[in-house]
Nanobody, 123 residues
Framework: VQLQASGGGSVQAGGSLRLSCAASARTLSSYFVGWFRQAPGKEREFVSGISRSGGSIDYADSVKGRFTISRDNAKNTVSLQMNSLKPEDTAVYYC?????????????????WGQGTLVTVSS
C-alpha cells in the first residue's frame, strides 16, 4: 500500500489545516490508520489513530480537543482536521497504515508509511 499525505503548510498560531492521507489501492479500509509527527531533533510521536470502521479513535493528550481524525472508506482517505494550532505543533506529519492492532501508539506498530507533509505554525 502506498500512502500519500498532503495538506501541510504554514499558518499562524490559532489557525487550522486539514491533512489528508490517500492510498494507492482501494484497500485502506482494511487498515488501522495513524498520524504521527516528527519535529526537528525529536522522535516521531503518535498524534491520532482510527480503526478500520472509524468506530475507535485515539488521540495524543497534546492534541485532544483540537484535532479530529476521520476516514472515508468509500474515497479511500483518512483526514486529520487540525484546529487551534500552536507553534509546538510544527513538525512533519506522516500517515501510516497497520494491518494489525498490536501497537497503534508506536511507529513500530505500522507497516506502511507516507512521505510526510510539513506543518509550520508561527507565533
Amino acid at each position: 500500500v502506498q500512502l500519500q499525505a498532503s495538506g501541510g503548510g504554514s499558518v499562524q498560531a490559532g489557525g487550522s489545516l486539514r491533512l489528508s492521507c490517500a492510498a494507492s489501492a482501494r484497500t485502506l479500509s482494511s487498515y488501522f490508520v495513524g498520524w504521527f509527527r516528527q519535529a526537528p531533533g525529536k522522535e516521531r510521536e503518535f498524534v491520532s489513530g482510527i480503526s478500520r470502521s472509524g468506530g475507535s479513535i485515539d488521540y495524543a493528550d497534546s492534541v485532544k480537543g483540537r484535532f479530529t481524525i476521520s476516514r472515508d472508506n468509500a474515497k479511500n482517505t483518512v483526514s486529520l482536521q487540525m484546529n487551534s494550532l500552536k507553534p509546538e505543533d510544527t513538525a512533519v506529519y506522516y500517515c501510516a497504515a497497520a494491518r494489525g492492532y498490536s501497537d497503534p501508539l508506536s511507529p513500530e506498530g505500522y507497516d506502511y508509511w507516507g512521505q510526510g507533509t510539513l506543518v509550520t505554525v508561527s507565533s
